[in-house]
């Protein structure tokens, strides 16, 4: 019986002994794995990383190119501006031109007539290179009063004209593509109604 048992206990030692050795094997596996998983992670990262790098150098090449691209345009909008400046003035100077000729005629000739015709077709002139840039006058005597468009200076009393129209221009109002740069100072007509008529 004793003998028996001892060959038990060899037996269960032998056994645990196995048992041992396999986890141990299990856990070196285990252990490889892992080490393993862990490359692989470095790996990973390493390719993250470069990934990185390359898009944050490729981002940054594109905003040096949008902002060289903003500069170019910006001068040329610039030169663009400049010139059609430049245009307008060169208009202008014709029109300066033309007036210098009517002073100089001014001090030549007594001939009213000529001078004011002269001056009527400087006016015309000058009128056409304001609209060449979009610049137009705007029209008012015998419209409705428009407080976007006119300025009203004074009232006057006219009972053969309509209330509220434009009677008179004082000053004469401009727009630049349909938008009011400078409204027309105006005088608007006012009907005086019955009682005031009787009061007086």
Do not use: W
């Amino acid at each position: 019986m004793a003998k028996k048992r001892r060959i038990v206990n060899k037996e269960i030692k032998l056994l645990n002994k196995s048992k041992k050795s396999d986890l141990i094997e299990d856990k070196g596996e285990k252990v490889k794995l892992l080490e393993d998983e862990n490359q692989k992670m470095k790996d990973e990262i390493e390719a993250l990383k470069t990934q990185i790098k390359e898009l944050n150098d490729k981002y940054l090449r594109k905003m040096a190119d949008y902002e060289n691209q903003k500069k170019i345009l910006k001068k040329e909008f610039e030169n663009l501006a400049e010139e059609k400046i430049v245009k307008i003035l060169k208009e202008i100077l014709n029109v300066v031109d033309n007036f210098d000729r009517a002073i100089d005629a001014f001090n030549k000739t007594d001939d009213k007539k000529s001078i004011i015709d002269g001056l009527k077709m400087i006016d015309n002139q000058f009128h056409q290179v304001l609209e060449k840039v979009g610049v137009s006058k705007l029209e008012c005597i015998g419209e409705s009063f428009d407080p976007s468009k006119h300025e009203a200076l004074s009232v006057v009393c006219k009972n053969e004209v309509e209330d509220g129209i434009v009677v008179e221009e004082c000053q004469r109002g401009y727009c630049y593509n349909s938008k009011v740069i400078r409204p027309s100072k105006v005088v608007v007509n006012k009907k005086m109604d019955d009682n005031e008529i009787n009061n007086d």
